[in-house]
């Protein structure tokens, strides 16, 4: 190597070595030693205990606990993924007609993006509340009786699920506009000039090339959904009954309630596999395809 | 068979409309205009239900706590008091955890900026071996679940003896994280080089070029950068729950759910008193500086 190539990789090394070094200690270290706890049985209180994939074979033959908070994520993620994608992309196509108070609009659907989820969290839970809460009151004006949103073992998830449907909308809202503002006119111009209505200029011409964008909403909402966890936390602690114990929660609940680290560890790395595989999934048949060249 | 014609409808804008127009002009346009008039109905609904539960959130605050058990619900706090914010300030340390979120976010925020902006540049433009395999290193761990790091973080802290103080909460990410060296090296590569070629002739060092060339010209994305890990780190909620166990020591949002489980459970006024508290800071940030929300969620969602 050259002297100045040699120097410049000095330099380099040396810029990255703060960042690296961190990276190596606190994400690329624990990764590796989450799979070897895992294979132990540790309290904290007394020396690890190496089983092997003992606690793998427990979780996934002897926990009730462990598929119910698994089935209760994937029902979770089924509630949230979908609408909020949907809604989202209906918002970015409201949005992105120019109408009088874009800026406005899109302000007023980012908020609850930047407020933190607890405070979404309790303000919610007293709107769900089941004797004074406004949701029900709204819904009088409809006649519809009023629910015990959060103690109904059959509501409470869906409680949860619209109110992070909510508060995620103007985040999604805002990468679908980004990309609807990357479709050309003359594009859909020439769509329109062959005889295309608006329904169909939409799933031909403008979907198609929102795919990138889709597909990464798909992937983080997904992703996010299998972290669910502070919204449960305040709302309902699992309940009623476990009802809402999803899968993150039930992880904290065997490392720092019951002191089962090596228990909970195999569980995140179930997770992962199960995330692996989908993100798999999803990058065969739904990732980038061929881009049409424009013009 | 129809004849159609296309027309713009404004020319002025850089959003253009064609409006084909048939020989049942008028009708389609009174159907145009009622379809506007719905959608604007249907944003401004939706506008509100986004506004609403922060409204009612400082309604709320303002309560007597009698007033919050009423049905049906009142908007409007009758009479208006201060108890909620005095009830808070007096039995909960939440001036304590108002001080931790800001030192601690802070903090990180700056220093993140300084260490992650450092390793970009290093990634976009210098050479040294296994550079590229250190970056993939670093992109496929943007992949994997918190989960699976949060015990083995856990567990090295308490080996630390980091549990309880600051340093659990500041260290592991005082250095930058992969996804602001990712982002800031996206931006570093949109520099053109002559700018550091220049620099180069007349005997700048790799520091200086960086210090005097690049970061003044990066301001935008190291503003963008800079409010996203503010948000992501003041709304934190699991991995402070779980290192502090003081509750003095805790951040804003942990102290508040955690009281919100106990002792404070149906005390709304002062909850929401709290709530507020903890909204003020991130909703001047955001409004001072919304443009680099947005601008940093499409960078990210462009990316992929």
């Not at chain 1, 992105?96 to 993006?113: C, M």
């Not at chain 1, 679908?176 to 005889?195: H, R, T, W, Y």
């Not at chain 2, 994280?177 to 620099?199: H, K, M, N, V, Y």
């Not at chain 2, 409010?227 to 951040?251: A, E, Q, S």
Request: with cysteine; proline share 5%.
């Amino acid at each position: 190597m050259s002297r100045a190539a040699r120097q410049q990789a000095l330099v380099g090394y040396a810029f990255i070595a703060p960042n690296f070094l961190a990276f190596l200690i606190f994400v690329a270290g624990p990764v590796v030693a989450g799979l070897f706890i895992s294979f132990s049985e540790w309290d904290l209180l007394s020396p690890p205990k190496w089983v092997a994939l003992q606690n793998y074979v427990d979780l996934l033959t002897n926990d009730r606990l462990f598929w119910l908070s698994l089935g209760h994520t994937i029902y979770y993620a089924l509630l949230t993924v979908p609408a909020g994608i949907v809604i989202s992309l209906a918002l970015a196509l409201l949005l992105n007609q120019g109408l009088f108070g874009t800026r406005v609009y899109r302000t007023l659907f980012f908020i609850p993006v930047v407020a933190s989820s607890i405070a979404v969290a309790l303000v919610w839970k007293w709107f769900y509340n089941g004797e004074f809460g406004v949701l029900n009151w709204l819904l009088s004006w409809f006649r519809i009786p009023p629910q015990n949103w959060l103690t109904n073992s059959q509501l409470a998830m869906p409680a949860i699920a619209l109110t992070v449907i909510w508060k995620t909308m103007g985040y999604n809202m805002v990468i679908f506009l980004a990309g609807l503002q990357d479709v050309p006119q003359s594009l859909l111009e020439a769509a329109a000039i062959d005889g295309a209505n608006s329904r169909q200029r939409f799933w031909s011409v403008t979907l198609p090339l929102l795919r990138p964008q889709l597909f990464f909403v798909l992937v983080v909402s997904l992703i996010g959904a299998f972290q669910a966890f502070d919204m449960v936390y305040v709302m309902t602690a699992g309940g009623p009954g476990n009802a809402t114990l999803v899968y993150n929660y039930y992880i904290w609940q065997n490392a720092f309630q019951f002191f089962k680290m090596g228990y909970a560890s195999a569980m995140a790395y179930i997770l992962f596999l199960l995330i692996f595989v989908i993100t798999l999934f999803q990058v065969r048949y739904l990732g980038k395809r061929a881009y049409y060249e424009l013009g | 068979m129809r004849s159609v014609t296309l027309e713009n409808e404004v020319l002025l804008t850089s959003k253009v409309v064609p409006v084909a127009k048939t020989n049942e002009g008028a009708l389609h346009r009174l159907n145009t205009r009622l379809l506007r008039l719905l959608l604007h109905i249907f944003l401004i609904v939706l506008g509100i239900s986004c506004l609403f539960p922060f409204l009612w959130m400082l309604s709320t605050s303002f309560k007597e706590q009698f007033q919050v058990f009423t049905y049906p619900p009142q908007l409007l706090p009758n009479p208006w008091t201060l108890t909620g914010y005095t009830r808070i300030f007096a039995t909960s340390p939440i001036y304590n955890w108002l001080f931790n979120s800001i030192f601690v976010v802070t903090t990180i925020m700056f220093s993140q900026l300084v260490f992650s902006s450092l390793a970009a540049y290093a990634f976009a433009r210098l050479r040294f071996p296994g550079r590229d395999i250190i970056f993939m290193l670093y992109l496929a761990t943007m992949m994997i679940p918190s989960q699976v790091t949060l015990i083995p973080s856990y567990i090295l802290m308490k080996y630390l003896g980091w549990i309880d103080t600051y340093y659990a909460l500041i260290v592991p990410f005082l250095f930058g994280s992969a996804f602001g060296t990712f982002l800031l090296r996206q931006f570093f590569q949109t520099i053109p080089t002559e700018l550091e070629d220049a620099a180069r002739i007349d005997g700048a060092g790799y520091l200086t070029t960086f210090l005097r060339i690049i970061l003044p010209l990066s301001k935008p994305a190291l503003a963008t950068l800079g409010v996203f890990v503010f948000l992501y780190f003041w709304n934190d909620f699991l991995w402070p729950l779980i290192v502090i166990n003081t509750n003095n020591l805790r951040t804003l949002p942990v102290g508040l759910a955690v009281i919100s489980r106990s002792y404070f459970g149906t005390d709304w006024p002062a909850l929401m008193a709290g709530t507020v508290i903890s909204l003020v800071p991130i909703l001047i940030i955001f409004f001072a500086a919304q443009r680099y929300f947005v601008q940093g969620i499409t960078l990210t969602g462009i990316k992929g």
